[in-house]
């Protein structure tokens, strides 16, 4: 458990770091997968209508819902060794 949060917090700082800025649906994907990784299913309102980062962000985050932090944490660490490679 400690080595999955320790390869996490490896991930978090490997992804402010990547050579090139991906694409938008990657981005998102990362931002869910963090949020739920760290934080655990979405709380609060959504974003209002106009707020179109925000509410994309929210909905990314929302479709992890019931997914636990530790999977979030392994599809992040996933993925930013996938981008990192």
Known sequence: MADLKSSFEQASKAVQALPERPDNDTLLRLYALYKQGSEGDV??????????????????WAKLRGTSQEDAQKKYVDLVKKLTA
């Open 43 to 60: 709380v609060g309102d959504k974003p209002g209508f106009f707020d179109f980062v925000g509410t994309a962000k929210y909905e990314a």
